[in-house]
């Protein structure tokens, strides 16, 4: 459905370097490549989830979307405007638009701040309101997310990890903003908390038509919320479908791993499916393996994964994957909800 549209967020060649040094009298230079061209539309309405392993770079794509990281190369286009391009005061504006949740609601507050304040604050950044307009749209955020207006004076150490949560939440709907990019918003919380977040987070989408870009490694969280997944691996997405089609017929030997290594509740499911072990560690962004990357840890691996970079192609409608054999891949994983 979401490809007959525009999309409102379209990434192109996105690549992120990190430069290094190899030591005190080395002249030699070497470069994390933390994202290393990735291609990615975003549609309005719609959850795009970003799995992987820590170090594949999805954090990276979100803080470069955002430009809080520039990007090394590449594109990307906003509702056609290519942010790389615009200067820090255009893009300060653009912001309103496209805002982040953090993954520590903790370190992202200011904790000299009282919660009206830090909620007020994106307000009075951007003077979208003020005096009794302001007080009037500080305490309507509040109550939409789930804090009582009463609390208003707190500070942020007065609340707990899911109170913190809703306040960043609040934080980020405050300019009434086109996209959010959830950066592992749960990841911090108990798990009893999790899903009360998640629920929150489906439910301000509906109200106010919000289009997500949802970071995650925990594969419930992402099943849970999201419309489509892309699976990143050393900087690259090898994989791209709709939810449910990716966790049902994986087509990546790697997504495949990461769906079999998620623990099922149900003993007979349990012992129905097939357990999956990578082997070997993940291999160094500054120094990635040749051909395909997974490579080094893919139990279906030939020489000409070793030596050829596989293309990222649609092997059937809408579902994308990086590998030369697909096909041996995709034999269906069960996944617990949750």
Not at 60 to 75: H, S, V
Request: proline fraction near 6%; charge should be positive.
């Amino acid at each position: 459905m979401s490809r007959n549209r525009q999309p409102l967020l379209e990434i192109k060649g996105l690549k992120k370097h990190f430069d290094i040094s190899s030591g005190w009298f080395s002249r030699e230079q070497k470069s994390v490549k933390a994202v290393d061209g990735i291609d990615l539309k975003v549609y309005p309405g719609e959850t795009l989830g970003i799995v992987g392993e820590s170090g594949c770079g999805k954090s990276t794509t979100g803080n470069t979307i955002l430009r809080l990281l520039e990007a090394t190369e590449g594109q990307i286009l906003f509702e056609g405007e290519d942010l790389a391009k615009l200067s820090n005061k255009q893009m300060r504006e653009k912001r309103k638009d496209i805002q982040m949740i953090f993954q520590d609601p903790f370190s992202s507050l200011n904790p000299r701040m009282k919660v009206f304040d830090l909620i007020a604050e994106p307000l009075r950044s951007h003077k979208a309101a003020s005096g009794r307009e302001l007080k009037k749209q500080v305490y309507e955020l509040m109550e939409t997310v789930g804090i009582s207006k009463s609390f208003a004076e707190r500070f942020p150490h007065e609340f707990s990890g899911g109170q913190r949560q809703r306040i960043g939440i609040a934080r980020a709907l405050a300019l009434k903003p086109k996209l959010i990019v959830c950066d592992e918003p749960v990841s911090a919380l108990d798990v009893s908390i999790q899903s009360q977040i998640l629920n929150l987070l489906d439910r301000l989408q509906k109200e106010f038509n919000l289009t997500y870009i949802f970071i995650a490694h925990g594969l419930p969280a992402i099943k849970h919320i999201s419309d489509r997944v892309a699976v990143m691996y050393l900087g690259k997405v090898v994989e791209l479908a709709d939810r449910d089609q990716l966790f049902e017929k994986p087509m990546h030997p790697y997504t495949e791993g990461l769906l079999s290594s998620v623990p099922i509740p149900d003993p007979e499911n349990r012992n129905n499916r097939e357990r999956i072990i990578l082997k070997g560690d993940l291999p160094s962004p500054a120094n990635p393996p040749s051909g395909c990357r997974f490579h080094t840890r893919c139990p279906y691996a030939d020489e000409k994964c070793r030596t050829e970079e596989p293309a990222f192609s649609e092997e059937r409608d809408g579902h994308h994957v990086m590998c030369h054999y697909p096909l041996k891949a995709g034999r269906g994983v069960l996944v617990g909800n949750s």
